[in-house]
């Protein structure tokens, strides 16, 4: 075991690199593939419903595998798991890009769900046991910079490469990279020592009851809106089924000897607590990266690339912070690096809660920017502090179980944001409509304005009268969106803020404190 801990410092670099190398593959098809799917639904000949299985599916697969990490490296090995996934990911990537129609194109994307999944919480797990316990906050720093430049650079890549090639050039990208990845883990990659190979039967039950729960679950967080939620006989038995799977599920896995998903790692305070916290961070994060772009293209108008450019401070921002906070948190610990973050998001997200339809550049830079210091700050010290609890023989189970509430928790965020958007708007119409009268005077001379303005366009007598109207009524809708988007910001704010106080059932280990538990 000593030898194993003295010379992972040696190689630790390009292991970095390996690791690294993977999770920026993985993490970058969650958003890459977003700004193509108008130009597959062309392509294809799908519908706007149908076309949407394209990022429904990976997401799925991805949830499903995620927690099985633990125990498809203990039956097969980390080193042979991690190379199958990588394999998985770049085949069906070329798969993807000579896809012929959507069904073909959805099954590929399913495939290479499963690959993605598991390397990202593989790469967590090999990074936390390379480093020495006083570089746990690094490791984990260096971890969250692959995570978050991924998503970060995702939208503006898809989009210069489907406008200047085809959207099939955002899978053939892959393809160098995922052979490149494989070699270096052949080379740098090996399994440690205390990881124990298991034989015996698969826990098939336990298997079918998650993909049930979980499955059916990502499926009504995907469909809900559309469907109009409880309104829908298919989204009530989606429920249905989610419960009754997912009550099995932990039923099973809690009188199984060898279950296929280790949910005895739950019983850990600071563990259950600090994944409870990072599920609400990848909340708030995930609704935030599906209302932003649509608040600064469909409300504001803003093209494509420049609301890329809009968001980019928040990656730019969070892949600076985070080496920042890995070595400040020796010295500082969890709980003031998460708290600070916390208090930090929850403030940038205030600050677009009171913003109006005049709302310039700079006015959204700066809470971006306080966006991605304060997520990165959450990110390094919770990832590094929840899993210095956990003894290396469950590290690789304990990172499946802590990625799968974020991933699960993100899909609830975009659900939740997407309903609060549409309904919000509904609301909020109503309620402006209610103060637009003819005995308003603001209202009267407001119609006037705009009616003589379009008569001396050269309309006819009626005409004026009727796109006075229309305007009006266009004006209306984007101040309802505003208030809408306003309240939304604004119901993140008050969940980043009542997060805080979990932030004290968090483990207050220094580096030598968690040093034991890291060479159990």
């Avoid at 994944?275 to 600064?296: S, V």
């Amino acid at each position: 075991m000593g030898k194993a801990v003295s010379s992972a410092p040696v190689n630790k670099w390009l292991i970095s690199a390996t690791v690294i190398m993977g999770t920026i593959m993985a993490a970058l098809d969650i958003s890459i593939v977003n700004v193509a799917l108008p130009y597959m639904r062309g392509n294809l000949g799908a519908s706007v419903e149908q076309i949407t299985w394209v990022s429904t599916g990976y997401i799925l697969s991805n949830v499903i595998i995620m927690p099985l990490v633990g125990m498809m490296s203990a039956r097969f090995g980390r080193k042979r798991f991690y190379i199958l996934s990588v394999f998985l990911f770049a085949a069906s990537s070329l798969l993807c890009a000579l896809s012929w129609d959507l069904t073909s194109l959805v099954v590929f994307r399913i495939i290479q769900g499963i690959g993605g999944g598991a390397i990202i919480p593989l790469g967590q797990a090999i990074l936390r046991e390379s480093f020495p316990p006083d570089e746990q906050g690094m490791a984990m720093g260096i971890y969250g910079f692959g995570v978050v430049l991924g998503p970060a650079f995702g939208p503006a890549l898809g989009g210069w490469l489907t406008d200047n090639f085809s959207w099939r050039m955002i899978f053939l990208i892959n393809i160098p990279i995922g052979i490149l990845n494989l070699v270096l883990i052949t080379r740098f990659l090996h399994d440690p020592p205390y990881l124990k190979r298991e034989k015996g039967k698969l826990d098939l039950l336990g298997l079918g009851f998650l993909v049930l729960g979980l499955g059916a679950l990502q499926l009504l967080l995907e469909k809900g809106e559309t469907k109009d939620w409880l309104q829908s006989n298919f989204i009530v038995c989606l429920a249905v089924i989610s419960i009754l799977g997912m009550v099995l599920f932990i039923w099973r896995e809690l009188i199984a000897d060898k279950p296929a998903v280790d949910l005895r790692v739950l019983k850990n305070l600071p563990f259950a607590s600090g994944t409870f916290l990072m599920g609400i961070l990848g909340l708030g994060q995930y609704a935030a990266l599906f209302i932003l772009p649509m608040f600064l293209q469909q409300l504001l108008g803003y093209p494509a690339l420049d609301s890329g450019l809009v968001l980019l401070p928040r990656g730019l921002c969070m892949a600076v912070v985070m080496p920042i906070a890995g070595n400040m948190y020796n010295r500082l610990g969890p709980r003031v690096l998460i708290g600070t973050g916390l208090v930090v998001v929850a403030f940038s997200f205030w600050q677009l809660s009171v913003m109006s339809l005049k709302v310039g550049f700079w006015d959204l830079f700066i809470p971006n920017l306080l966006q991605g210091g304060g997520f990165g700050l959450i990110f390094v010290a919770l990832s590094t502090s929840v899993l210095s609890t956990i003894e290396r023989s469950r590290m690789t189970a304990a990172a499946g179980l802590f990625n799968v509430v974020r991933q699960v928790f993100g899909s609830i965020g975009i659900a939740a944001a997407a309903t609060a958007l549409s309904r919000g708007e509904q609301v909020y119409r109503a309620g402006l409509v209610d103060n637009l009268t003819l005995f308003n005077t603001g209202m009267a001379n407001r119609m006037k304005a705009l009616t003589a303005a379009m008569a001396g366009r050269g309309s006819s007598l009626y005409t004026p009268r009727q796109k006075a109207l229309g305007s009006l009524d266009g004006q209306l809708m984007r101040q309802a969106g505003m208030l809408a988007y306003n309240h939304i910001f604004l119901l993140v704010t008050l969940v980043f803020v009542l997060c805080i106080p979990l932030v004290f059932l968090l483990g207050g280990h220094s580096a030598t404190e968690e040093k034991d538990l890291i060479l159990d």
